[in-house]
Structure formats: C-alpha cells, structure tokens
C-alpha cells in the first residue's frame, strides 16, 4: 500500500479556503478547486517505489493483474475505473451532462475519424467511458441537479415577469413534458437578444423581496457569469442543499451544476463532459441535446445505509463503490481487504491503515491506495471514505 501524493487544480471556480482549512494548511490566495486521486492520466496521484516516485497509472501498467485483481481486469481491462476527488467550490462550475457508455464509445470514434485531436479544444469526447459520478457533502452544500417539472419552471418563469419569457411559460403548461422540456431547452441555448440581460434584471428584483434560496442562487450566477446563457438553462434545474454527509448520484444525461461547498466525488474515471453554460469552454448545443435525457427522474438526496460498521452510499453502477467509516478512539479495527484496488481518504481525525508489513499514519486530506487483495486494516479516531469498485468481492 502507498500513500498517495496528489494534485490540486486550481480551476476559477475553486475556493481559496475550504481544502486549506480541512488540510490545516495556510491557504495560498488562490483558488483550490479539486484534490485528484487516482491514476487519470491528466493528473495521476505518485507514489513511491523504493527509491522512485512514480505515478499510479504506470504503477498500474506495469502490473495491472497485480494491482487491479484478476476481476477489475477482467470486467474494466488494464485501468483503474474510478476517479476520487475533493471538491471545493465557491463559485458556480459550468451546467453540464457526461454521456452514457454508448454514447461515449459512438462519440470518441467518430471525432477520432475526424481527426480532431484529443486536446482541442472543441472536442466532446476525450476517451471511450461514461461518467457517472457522486458526491457527499463534508459542508452544507448547493447545487442544480435535473429538471424541474414543467409545471415549476413555468411558474418560476413567470413570477420573473420578464414579457419575452411568456412563449416558454405558455410551452411549459401546455406541451408534454418531455417535450417541453426539450423545447425550450434548446431555445434557451440560443436566446433572443436581450432575454438574458432582462432575467438578470429581473432576478435582482426578485431576490430583494424573496426568502427563496434558490432565487438567490439563480442571481448568484446572473452576477458572476454576466451574460452567459447557463442562466437561462440553469433556471430550469432543481435546486438542492445537502447537509454534511447527504449525497447525490448523477447518471449519464442529468444537467447538473455544483454551486458551493466541500464534499467527496467519486465518478468513473473518464474526462467526458458536454457544456450546457456558465463557461467560456466549448458548448456543442446539437451533441448536447442530443445527450441529455428530459425525461429522466429526479435525482434523489441519498444517505448512507449500515452494513457492519460501514456506511454504504448506493449507487446503480459497478465503476465505484463509496462508503464511509466513523470511527472512535479504542474502537475496533476494520479489516478492510477486498480483490480490488481501493483509496482510503481521510477527511477528519487521524487513523493509521496498516498491514503486516507498514503503518501509514494519515489526517485529513490524506490518502492511501492499497492493491488488490492487499491485507490493511483501519483504525483511529475520525472519518475515512473508502472508494473501490462496486464489483469487489469480500475476502475477509
């Protein structure tokens, strides 16, 4: 097992003092957006191997059987399939949607018959893999996740009294929903001149007389991302806070934008996503239309469920698996080996992950990889998130 040295981007969007305040580290002025672990190829965790550090996906290449365990190899090939991160935000990230499988394999094929490089920056799909993902808020935490009934948005829309955003209320009460949904989420990717700038208005007004936490958060956005048509889309999102340790999966189709807060996200590890707005990356609004999914059920806020001491957050996927270890001084060690790849991440306390050989001591930020059918146990007293595959079996 190896503890892991990570990377951390330094998106825009990024807060200046959430991961410093969780790591105990003086914050640098800049904005700290994601702690990658894994072994993505675009920012792979190191490890150390004997007197070489080395990054985890050549660790991986060099032995994938070893590492990976005979089942991850058989069912996901010679890579580590998922991606663990800490998110911090603090200002909106874009409105986006990832591909199913399909899409993405259908996808990457046909721009690599294109030729259009994997860098370019028009370029949709970045690899041949879906990406679900999920995240489990460490602070109170905001974002839009899945459309809003029809009949809600139109109301929303409507108490805007903006008169050019009446043909999309009247759509929204009188098509199916489907699509309606479609419509006027087409429309609102090329907006009339003007609308954005009048919703802006209109929401500065609204978000003087309102309590309502999402017309703050829809305003939020109208200040930071002057002009973008993300608002208009972002108005038909649902709005949604999740408390320290609530959670939401996000499947392929669902348009989805984090808002604020610090949690763990874990998603297979893939680079593909399509951009709805509040971005100055590329949008293509013919892909992404036809990616999203307008008739998908709302994500749901999900809380972990008790098995043995372990607190498993359920997700429909076999990429990843995510639970959650609470853990109290003197209390009993966990045994935590698996024919699978895992990454134990520390977000509160001090715990030690040992084996019959090593020790490794790690606090809040830290994190540990421990091989296929490695033998590790847990212990101390604080929280550790443990991320492996949904398909590892039990072996001890």
Same mark, same amino acid.
């Given at each position: ?9 330094? @998106? ?78 603090? *200002? ?5 949607? %990832? ?30 893999? %879906? ?10 935490? /905001? ?14 829309? *409507? ?8 043909? @999309? ?45 999402? +017309? ?8 930071? @991302?002057p002009g973008d048509a993300g608002l208009l889309s972002s108005l038909m999102l649902r709005y949604v806070e999740?408390?320290?340790?609530? $959670? ?7 348009? %989805? ?8 996200? +874990? ?7 399509l951009r709805c707005g509040l971005t100055s990356k590329h949008v293509d609004t013919e892909e992404l ?39 109290? $001084?003197?209390?009993? /060690? ?26 490794? %001591? ?31 079996? /039990?072996? $001890?």
């Amino acid at each position: 097992m190896d503890l892991l040295r990570n990377t951390v981007q330094p @998106y825009d969007w990024g807060s200046r003092t959430l991961l410093p305040d969780l790591m105990g580290a003086q914050p640098t002025g800049a904005p700290q957006a994601e702690l990658w672990m894994g072994a993505h190829p675009a920012a792979p965790s190191r490890v150390s191997r004997g007197e070489v550090v080395m990054p985890l996906d050549r660790v991986v290449a060099e032995d994938p059987e070893g590492e990976l365990g005979a089942g991850t190899m058989q069912r996901f090939g010679s890579r580590l399939p998922f991606l663990v991160k800490l998110l911090a935000a603090e *200002a909106p990230l874009s409105v986006q949607v %990832h591909p199913d499988l399909a899409q993405a394999q259908s996808g990457f094929a046909r721009e690599n018959a294109l030729g259009i490089p994997l860098d370019a920056p028009h370029r949709n799909y970045r690899d041949d893999q %879906h990406k679900p993902e999920m995240i489990v808020a460490l602070t109170p935490f /905001r974002g839009l996740c899945g459309f809003r009934s029809p009949a809600d948005t139109a109301d929303l829309l *409507a108490s805007l009294e903006v008169p050019a955003l009446r043909p @999309y209320v009247e759509t929204l009460r009188v098509v199916p929903e489907p699509q309606a949904l479609a419509e006027v989420f087409r429309a609102f990717l090329r907006p009339p001149t003007g609308l954005i700038d009048a919703v802006a208005r209109a929401l500065a007004v609204a978000v003087a007389g309102s309590g309502e936490p999402c +017309i703050a958060a829809y305003d939020r956005i109208a200040q930071i @991302y002057p002009g973008d048509a993300g608002l208009l889309s972002s108005l038909m999102l649902r709005y949604v806070e999740l408390s320290p340790g609530e $959670a939401l999966f996000l499947g392929a189709g669902v348009p %989805h934008a984090y808002l604020s807060g610090l949690g763990v996200e +874990i998603m297979a590890s893939s680079d593909n996503v399509l951009r709805c707005g509040l971005t100055s990356k590329h949008v293509d609004t013919e892909e992404l239309t036809r990616v999203v999914r307008f008739g998908a059920p709302a994500a749901r806020v999900l809380t972990p469920r008790e098995e043995g001491g372990e607190e498993v957050y359920p997700a429909p996927v076999d990429d990843f698996r995510l639970s959650r270890y609470r853990l109290r $001084a003197g209390g009993p /060690r966990r045994r935590v080996t698996v024919d699978a790849p895992q990454i134990l991440l520390c977000t509160a306390g001090t715990l030690t992950v040992s084996s019959a050989e090593e020790n490794l %001591h790690i606090g809040p930020g830290q994190a540990v990889y421990v091989p296929a059918g490695a033998g590790a146990g847990l212990e101390g007293a604080g929280v550790a998130f443990r991320a492996t595959t949904g398909t590892a079996e /039990r072996l $001890a």
